[in-house]
């Protein structure tokens, strides 16, 4: 079985909107969450699409769901955790309450602000984490990477050929990540930002998949003016 994770659960205060998380705001007509949470809609390939977001916004995302594309059994929404692997593993509770899976079942998690992730990229992600357990979708980094410890001096310069630039989905074999995740020490989970590094560090494999550059991340004001632009060009 295969399931998709769309993750909603952060308030967007980057943003600069107070009214509402940054998901919920328009790109071209309609929120950016609908246009990310359709890509996985029409992909055949999976069992249920969970959206997680924040408690008080359930109903209202499921308002927009309904609205936008119809009442689906394929679509559920629920509420997020207080970080995002706290996120991350209220999906795969809810899968497990509802779903009786086995070693093979994969979860793609993606960010409800990259709406515009490709067929591709998610079908590879499914492969790749069929095939080894886990995988991150990546591209070459194209700036020189600067590494400073105290915010003031470089403390290193990496070579920029070993160097990439992390996206979503990152994709894991369910049961093997809820594995890892309990392997974790209490401050180990803290200092978590990225599902991928709890394979990592428990020395397990996590695999490269291709991102590409306009699966970008709506963080700044300046992105949504990126993004408009990139979905005027889809068109």
């Not at 990310?36 to 408690?55: M, R, S, Y």
């Not at 629920?78 to 079942?105: C, K, L, P, Q, S």
Request: proline share 3%.
């Amino acid at each position: 079985m295969i399931f998709a994770a769309v993750l909603a659960g952060g308030m967007g205060s980057r943003m600069g909107n107070e009214e509402k998380p940054k998901q919920y705001m328009l790109l071209g007509n309609k929120p950016i969450i609908l246009h990310t949470i359709e890509k996985f809609h029409i992909h055949q390939d999976f069992e249920k699409v969970i959206v997680l977001c924040p408690k008080q916004w359930i109903n209202y995302t499921q308002d927009l769901v309904d609205k936008h594309i119809g009442k689906s059994n394929h679509i559920v929404v629920i509420e997020g955790g207080n970080t995002r692997n706290e996120t991350i593993m209220n999906a795969i509770y809810y899968i497990e309450d509802n779903y009786d899976i086995d070693a093979e079942a994969v979860l793609v998690t993606h960010d409800s602000v990259r709406p515009f992730v490709t067929h591709r990229i998610i079908k590879e992600n499914i492969e790749c984490a069929l095939k080894y357990q886990a995988c991150d979708t990546v591209i070459p980094a194209t700036d020189t990477i600067v590494s400073s410890q105290d915010g003031v001096t470089i403390q290193d310069i990496p070579n920029r050929k070993v160097m990439y630039q992390g996206q979503t989905p990152q994709s894991f074999r369910i049961l093997k990540l809820k594995e890892l995740y309990h392997k974790l020490t209490d401050e180990e989970r803290m200092v978590l930002t990225d599902a991928a590094k709890i394979f990592t560090l428990n020395q397990e494999k996590v695999y490269l998949v291709d991102g590409d550059v306009t699966n970008i991340k709506i963080t700044y004001p300046y992105d949504l003016k990126v993004a408009n632009t990139i979905l005027q060009g889809n068109r």
